[in-house]
């Protein structure tokens, strides 16, 4: 064999090796992190949420997913008149409203307003039993809890951890050992020993892709249903939540919701608030009466109960 050949014959067994290894070698490596690396991560993109509801204030934990929208469970804020956030260790509050939800899956997305944050990266991989996992919360009173535990089971929807959370760690990231979002931290089982189940990141980052936060936000900012015109910055709370009511559920929304909480509107200033909402919900229906969906009769039965809610509040101002 010429020495020619015998260079062919050498680079024939080298090439496929030397291939081989570039292609493996150019496949991008996600560092693992320690978990103190994780915890300053996480902790300039976690917020407290406080939820202000009429029976009182619910608190959760958020983070942000893009600069201006956080996610959390939506549970925290379903029955809210007024949301607002705050980075954990400051004292700033920041106003925001609710721009997308998955109530099957208990998720929610805020968009704030006048506050940019740092997002979190949501996995695209879902997390294996055994893991490794972290999450950073706000229990009540011990804001940026940092914890630690692993992926113990699947429950159908739901991913069961036994890091430890508490009431105030709903909504807080669970993290991977690239500071990755692997799921969102919902419930405890208050029977069991470390028992925790958390929404796994797939459901969010589908909600995210939904959200179309410019015109929602424009939409939020001047409109209701139809033509109602809302200007947000000049209306009280119970006006607020008349007006989202009526946005996201319809009429129908608006009605089951007074009747539930009439009975707690003690200020005759609040009474007045909720009468006048309900009178230009009323105006709205009457200029856009495809508002109303159902039947003829469905559309007659829901105006009879609109203008009886509004003799009950009428009467209670008087008193």
């Not at 959760?60 to 007024?82: I, M, N, P, Q």
Request: aromatic share 6%; net charge neutral; proline share 3%.
């Amino acid at each position: 064999m010429n020495r020619f050949a015998a260079s062919l014959l050498l680079l024939a067994f080298i090439l496929p090796v030397s291939s081989r290894t570039t292609a493996h070698t150019q496949r991008p490596q996600q560092k693992e992190l320690t978990p103190s690396e994780i915890a300053r991560i996480a902790i300039r993109s976690v917020v407290v949420i406080e939820a202000h509801e009429f029976l009182g204030t619910t608190y959760g934990t958020g983070f942000f997913v893009r600069e201006d929208l956080v996610a959390t469970d939506y549970h925290v804020v379903k029955d809210s008149y007024e949301i607002t956030v705050r980075l954990v260790g400051n004292d700033t509050n920041y106003a925001c409203t609710v721009v997308g939800k998955d109530e099957e899956n208990d998720l929610a997305i805020l968009q704030v307003r006048g506050l940019r944050g740092y997002s979190l990266r949501l996995a695209l991989t879902p997390t294996q039993v055994g893991q490794e996992i972290y999450v950073l919360s706000n229990p009540r009173e011990y804001e940026g809890t940092f914890t630690r535990g692993m992926v113990n089971a699947y429950r159908g929807s739901e991913m069961q951890i036994d890091a430890h959370i508490s009431h105030g760690s709903s909504g807080g990231p669970v993290l991977n050992k690239q500071a990755q979002v692997v799921a969102i931290a919902r419930a405890s089982e208050r029977d069991g020993q470390n028992l925790n189940f958390a929404v796994p990141v797939s459901y969010l980052s589908r909600l995210v892709s939904l959200v179309d936060p410019v015109s929602a936000s424009a939409r939020r900012a001047t409109h209701g249903s139809g033509g109602l015109s809302i200007k947000r910055a000049e209306i009280s709370p119970w006006k607020a939540k008349v007006y989202s009511l009526y946005q996201e559920q319809g009429l129908l929304g608006v009605l089951d919701w007074i009747e539930k909480v009439a009975e707690f509107i003690f200020e005759n200033e609040d009474r007045r608030d909720v009468q006048k909402a309900l009178q230009s919900v009323k105006n709205d229906i009457v200029k856009h009466p495809q508002e109303l969906n159902g039947t003829p009769a469905e559309k007659r039965a829901l105006k009879e109960r609109l203008d009886r809610d509004l003799k009950l509040v009428q009467v209670a101002v008087r008193k």
